[in-house]
T-cell receptor, first 116, second 113 residues
Framework: NAGVTQTPKFRVLKTGQSMTLLCAQD?????MYWYRQDPGMGLRLIHY???????AKGEVPDGYNVSRLKKQNFLLGLESAAPSQTSVYFC???????????????FGDGTRLSIL | AQSVSQHNHHVILSEAASLELGCNYS??????LFWYVQYPGQHLQLLLK??????LVKGIKGFEAEFIKSKFSFNLRKPSVQWSDTAEYFC???????????FGAGTRLTVKP
């Protein structure tokens, strides 16, 4: 049981390049999340999804787009990468129905992204 | 806007010392509360959670946390830390009527052998 799998694990981009981070979960979870983790700032929510075909903005959505075409996959896109987007990106998923679930989130191992 | 505050950025303890990490949140309604741990180079793992009932909850590896509603706090404790507890600890809040979760900035714990 793989849980939450993120690809790639590392990537270096030049300013202005685009790329897509993939998150896949095999737990049949409804909810999926993308966070960025920066020193001294904890995890900040970029976008999330409450089910296949739906997405919503989180705390820091600017410069990112997401898609949830299949229930098990949640893609995070950077259309034109900027140095400020250098960070570690974590994907998470959880079960539960409705808002405010007490179910914890399960995290992937992260993607370390550097923008030069 | 709702927020989660962790008071200590870096805590350094010797083995066998007691630990208490503070967490306060600003949301006024019903919340679900979590503590996660991130060991060096690894992803976040759940330590414990609170959503109702006994405000003192016990988690894995001897950790516990106490929810004090009047103080909007959910402090993490461990009576005797070990070197293997060296990690970063994150408090998280999921307001009852929200889909998302907000994390604190994290507290880095270093335990000296």
């Amino acid at each position: 049981n793989a849980g939450v799998t993120q690809t790639p694990k590392f990537r270096v981009l030049k300013t202005g390049q685009s790329m897509t981070l993939l998150c896949a979960q095999d737990m049949n979870h409804e909810y999926m999340y993308w966070y960025r983790q920066d020193p001294g700032m904890g995890l900040r929510l970029i976008h999330y999804s409450v089910g296949e075909g739906t997405t919503a903005k989180g705390e820091v959505p600017d410069g990112y787009n997401v898609s949830r075409l299949k229930k098990q996959n949640f893609l995070l896109g950077l259309e034109s990468a900027a140095p400020s987007q250098t960070s570690v990106y974590f994907c998470a998923s959880r079960t539960g129905t409705g808002r405010g679930s007490n179910q914890p989130q399960h995290f992937g191992d992260g993607t370390r992204l550097s923008i030069l | 806007a709702q927020s989660v505050s962790q008071h200590n950025h870096h805590v350094i303890l010797s083995e066998a010392a007691s630990l208490e990490l503070g967490c306060n949140y600003s949301y006024g309604g019903t919340v679900n509360l979590f503590w996660y741990v991130q060991y060096p180079g690894q992803h976040l793992q759940l330590l414990l959670k609170y959503f109702s009932g006994d405000p003192l909850v016990k988690g894995i590896k001897g950790f516990e946390a106490e929810f004090i509603k009047s103080k909007f706090s959910f402090n993490l404790r461990k009576p005797s830390v070990q070197w293997s507890d060296t990690a970063e600890y994150f408090c998280a809040v999921n307001p009852y009527n929200n889909n998302d979760m907000r994390f604190g900035a994290g507290t880095r714990l270093t335990v000296k052998p």
